[in-house]
């Protein structure tokens, strides 16, 4: 049983204990010496550990998704934990518990399913409220939609990633929708119910976070129509341009075209949609970003082209 986690790991702490090894980057110094870079994770979080010796010798040992026994130093660098590596040995699946080593929401995820549902049967709309019931009627689909994460590392990159960002857009929706006249509030929910429900196709998630091969071919929001589209075949009578509007504002979600939307988002409910579910992801890997962290300002965030100050925050 794996003693020693991720979030519980401290500046000068030695290490010794077992992650998941969710990637394995070779360089080379200046001086001609190689070296590793090691995404190492468990299910409490992620650090980067860093093999500055012998690192051609211990890089022959061990792959990329494989369970590793790691040993070193937790040092801080820019305000940032990892951990100086001095050795690394392949640990067979056999030895370990699988659940110990892939990020998980600290939410429940049956829990947060029962909230969701409660939520979206509030639907008065009858053909939107059959969508929603389909979809909770699907044991498949919805095993996978508990489990899922909502992306490989932006944002929710954690199993039950995707239930808990529905969840939050859902609650996030009901609040704005008091604040403007005229919004077709049904139309808004089951959009966010279902925005990025082709992850769950998109992503495998046994032991790391990888595109699939659809997902790699398709993405997921050609999986979403097409999903969607076999669910409203099954409705008798429902309204084609219902359906239209329904998945206008899937294939429009994320906004703009060179973030991989078909089309702009072109009624207020897709563009209420499209903000708020952009809103979330962005707060969700601001927020885990500065949980990470230990120093005033965070490291530089590449997605969002800053640091980020947290001031005087307490560690826990």
């Known amino acids: 049983m794996k003693q020693l986690f991720v979030s519980d790991i401290q500046e000068h702490q030695p290490v010794d204990t077992v992650f998941m090894c969710a990637s394995k980057n070779q360089g080379v110094t200046k001086s001609g010496s190689g070296y590793l870079i090691l995404k190492l994770l468990d299910r409490s979080g992620e650090i980067e550990g860093r093999v500055w010796d012998r690192a051609e010798e211990i890089a022959r040992r061990f792959e990329k998704a494989d369970y590793v026994r790691v040993r070193g130093q937790a040092t801080l660098y820019q305000g ?7 050795d690394v040995l392949k640990i067979e ?3 370990v ?5 892939l990020p998980k929401s600290q939410y429940d995820p049956e829990v947060m399913a029962g909230e969701l549902i409660a939520i979206l049967r509030g639907i008065k709309n009858p053909y939107l409220l059959a969508l929603a019931e389909a979809f909770f ?11 899922a994460p909502a992306g490989k590392s932006i944002h929710h990159s954690f199993l039950s990633g995707l239930l808990e960002h529905t969840l939050s857009l859902t609650k996030l929706i009901l609040k704005v929708v008091e604040n403007y006249r005229g919004v077709d509030v049904d139309l808004l929910l089951i959009g966010g119910f279902l925005h990025d429900m082709g992850k769950i196709y998109e992503f495998s998630f046994d032991r790391t976070v990888e595109y699939t091969d659809k997902g790699q071919l ?6 979403e129509v097409e999903k969607v589209s076999e669910k409203i075949r099954a409705i008798p009578d429902f309204p084609d341009d219902l359906a239209v509007l329904v998945k206008h504002m899937l294939v429009s979600h994320h906004g703009q075209y060179e973030f ?8 207020v409910e897709a563009l209420i949609l499209h903000y708020l579910d952009d809103l979330d992801g962005k707060i969700q890997s601001v927020q885990t970003l500065m949980e990470k962290e230990q120093s005033r300002w965070t490291s530089f965030h590449r997605a969002y082209g800053r640091s980020f100050f947290r001031g005087e925050k307490q560690d826990n």
Do not use: N, Y
């Not at 991989?260 to 009624?267: E, F, I, R, V, Y």
């Open 80 to 86: 940032k934990l990892q951990i100086r590596v001095l």
């Open 93 to 95: 699946e056999s030895e």
């Open 97 to 101: 518990v699988p659940g110990d080593f």
């Open 137 to 147: 009627a699907d044991e498949d689909f919805m095993d996978l939609f508990k489990r």
């Open 218 to 223: 398709l993405g997921h929001l050609v999986m």
């Open 260 to 267: 991989g939307s078909p089309k702009l988002p072109q009624t």
